[in-house]
């Protein structure tokens, strides 16, 4: 808002009729405290915006007008852990007694996610020592005071709620302690604010999983659906996929845990690749992705940029490059244009290009752009409520398709959601009741032939409870499900150690490091001195997000920069795969934050 190229609470503001227009019910807004790295999650004030940002004064005043635009503000709560520079670590390592419990620490380092930080004393760190975020204590009755206190805060300033960072690490793998803190955590929170919304990053990946993630709604509204991400991508991307044989069952778990949950819908963040990098650029199948977030059961979210179809993550670009400005101009630059510099993020976009198609000026300007499709699904999800908690059930749409009925005991209509899953042919449905096309807009009445494009999607809107087309037995559409190899081949910088093992954590096994050291389906046999060799089993159409480290998060690997890598992913569809990995740094020696 000032010119000075950085992104501020008063530019949100500005721009809250934008977001308003899109169809945005709320705003997550990601750190915006104090701390020393570009990404925010490094809290040194948990009371303090960040002065790039602007004010207290500022942030009150976007609050005031987001609720004078019915949206609600949900800030990152990042307090898992806190930066090394937060007054309470540094009054810890100065000897002040009140502080001394305030973080995991002891007399020795148990695993490489300990670090020294002053002569006989160790501190244990989530994501490394390299990281600079010690974890906080919760054993420790002030820890937790202090973070309500935190907690009222915030709301006192009259946020609407929290999404949670790294929800699962309170406990430091101890799922049932992490999930007693977050219910007398919620405890606290709804006394104030009974209507406060809290949702979890709960990072657990696979549809297993639900049974781990389910028992966190027991304090918190909502957590994201990350095992349905994957499936959703894998789906998007053209491989037969059951989404509601999946779905359905993680649903029941979660309302089983909470009957009043809220699924939290998503196809990016800036954890992972963007979804149109994800999807390699191919529009058809973008849409796909959002047209299934968008009729499935839930809350979506929608990372910033996606909606224009913003790049990022792919090619193993960093970090930071998931986190690029929003391209509001088709030039790449404008009044109010956010920059990223290499002094501040550690590289320069990448993405922005001048007259790309890819900016809202541009889209904006093309009706049939991917901006516009967003927009009206947005709005015709919200002329559409039982799309948020209705109940979805296949049927037996032609043979080549995937169709979805939505249906609710309250509402005098039903949904009919057909996806051509064929790339390459249209697909004809005969209409055998009066229904409406909403993403067309047109009405057909009995007799009439209905055209699927390859890969559209139709979603039909019909009185009562009749399925408005020609329906037979469910296809018999799933795919070879058997086990397929991937070799990895992987050659290491010349800065590797020689006594260097390595491993490959990934989104099968948890990311966690005291598992994957200890399993032999995830270490890493050496070749020779500077190459390394992984053989990975998996059924077929698995997704697997994965990258390699030396034995902890503080040697795992970086782009060439220095910056966090984006996690590799490996579809598995051919019977025999292998890649080359070509690792360009390390953590404990090239890292940048």
Not at 352 to 363: M, R
Not at 526 to 546: C, K, N, Q, W
């Amino acid at each position: 808002s000032n010119g000075d190229g950085t992104g501020d609470l008063a530019g949100v503001t500005a721009k809250l009729d934008y977001l308003a227009d899109l169809g945005v019910d709320a705003l997550w807004l990601m750190p915006i405290t104090p701390g020393p790295t570009y990404h925010g999650y490094a809290v040194s004030d948990y009371t303090a915006i960040n002065p790039d940002y602007g004010t207290l004064e500022d942030f009150k005043a976007l609050i005031a007008a987001a609720h004078q635009h019915h949206i609600k503000v949900i800030p990152d709560l990042v307090v898992n852990h806190t930066s090394e520079q937060h007054p309470w670590f540094k009054a810890m390592l100065a000897g002040d007694a009140s502080y001394q419990n305030f973080y995991r620490c002891g007399d020795q380092a148990v695993d490489g996610n300990w670090g020294q930080v002053a002569p006989g004393k160790y501190c244990y760190y989530s994501f490394g020592p390299q990281s600079g975020l010690p974890d906080l204590n919760y054993d420790e009755p002030a820890v937790r005071s202090e973070i309500k206190k935190v907690a009222d805060f915030w709301l006192n300033l009259g946020v609407d709620g929290f999404r949670l960072d790294v929800a699962q690490d309170i406990g430091d793998g101890n799922d049932g302690y992490s999930v007693a803190w977050w219910q007398e955590f919620s405890t606290h929170v709804k006394l104030m604010k009974p209507d406060a919304f809290i949702i979890g990053e709960v990072n657990y990946d696979n549809p297993s999983d639900s049974a781990k993630i389910a028992p966190f709604l027991t304090g918190m509204n909502a957590t994201f659906n990350f095992p349905l991400y994957n499936e959703l991508v894998t789906a998007a991307a053209g491989l037969p996929k059951d989404l509601l044989a999946t779905l359905n069952p993680i649903r029941a778990q979660y309302q089983a845990a909470n009957p009043d949950f809220a699924d939290g819908l998503v196809i990016g963040n800036h954890d992972r690749n963007r979804i149109a990098s994800e999807l390699n650029f191919i529009d058809s199948k973008i849409r796909r992705a959002v047209t299934w977030q968008m009729t499935l059961p839930g809350t979506p979210f929608i990372y910033y940029g996606d909606e224009i179809g913003m790049r990022g993550g792919h090619d193993l670009q960093g970090d930071p490059h998931k986190r690029e400005p929003f391209d509001w101009y088709a030039a790449g630059d404008g009044q109010g244009m956010a920059t990223m510099t290499k002094a501040v993020y550690g590289a320069e976009a990448k993405n922005q290009i001048p007259f790309d198609g890819i900016s809202l000026e541009e889209e904006q300007a093309a009706p049939d752009s991917l901006y516009h499709y967003y927009r009206q699904l947005i709005h015709l999800r919200k002329d559409n409520p039982i799309l948020f908690n209705g109940h979805y059930q296949r049927v037996g749409t032609p043979q080549g398709t995937y169709g979805y009925q939505v249906t609710d005991s309250q509402a005098d209509y039903n949904l009919l959601v057909v996806h051509n899953i064929d790339t390459a042919q249209s697909r004809d449905l005969l209409v055998t009741t009066k229904t409406t096309e909403l993403l067309s807009n047109k009405t057909y009445q009995a007799g009439d032939h209905l055209t699927l494009p390859a890969y559209g999607s139709v979603i039909l809107r019909t009185a009562a409870s009749a399925v408005p087309v020609e329906t037979g037995a469910i296809p018999d559409d799933a795919m070879d499900t058997s086990d397929v190899t991937l070799d990895i081949k992987v050659h290491v910088p010349a800065n590797t150690p020689s006594d260097a093992q390595l491993y490959m954590p990934n989104s099968d096994d948890g990311w966690d490091p005291t598992t994957i050291t200890v399993d032999p389906d995830t270490t890493l046999e050496r070749v020779d001195a500077s190459t390394f060799h992984i053989r990975v089993t998996r059924p077929r159409g698995t997704r697997l997000e994965y990258k390699f480290f030396r034995g902890s998060w503080a040697s795992s690997e970086t782009d060439v920069e220095g910056n966090w890598t984006g996690n590799r992913i490996f579809l598995f569809v051919d019977d025999q795969s292998s890649v080359d990995v070509n690792i360009q740094g390390w953590r404990d020696t090239n890292f940048k934050g």
